[in-house]
């Protein structure tokens, strides 16, 4: 089992950063594949940064350039940094965790392991 915690979400107005975080417990957390993902209203959920256990990274098309995914396996802990924030990054931001992590997951049906989510409210 993996239990998930979010944290950091807020408001800020377009232009602004954010950094959400993701505390990992319950199981070895470098093992772990690691992913952010992100539901806004009336939406889908839908994928936006994944990092493995070697720290190789994927990011949404709509993020690239923005966003940066990391994490430190001694914290056991993820981020996500959103810079440039656009008010269509207003979502409710989970985090996710899949294992093994050996390799970035982008698709959310492959990740057993959930948070409860963190709200993001980027105002124009």
């Known amino acids: 089992q993996v239990q998930l915690v979010e944290s950091g979400g807020g408001l800020v107005q377009a232009g602004g950063s954010l950094r959400v975080s993701c505390s990992a417990s319950g199981r070895t957390f470098k093992l772990l594949a690691m992913g952010w993902f992100r539901q806004a209203p009336g939406k889908e959920r839908e994928f936006v940064a994944t990092i493995d256990s070697s720290g190789n990274t994927r990011y949404a098309d709509s993020v690239k350039g923005r966003f940066t995914i990391s994490r430190d396996n001694g914290k056991s802990t993820m981020w996500l940094q959103m810079n440039s924030l656009k008010p269509e990054d207003t979502a409710v931001y989970f985090c996710?965790?899949?294992?093994?992590?050996?390799?970035?997951?982008?698709?959310?049906?492959?990740?057993?392991?959930w948070g409860q989510g963190t709200q993001v409210t980027v105002s124009s």
């Open positions: 996710a965790a899949q294992f093994p992590g050996d390799t970035v997951v982008v698709n959310p049906d492959e990740y057993g392991y």
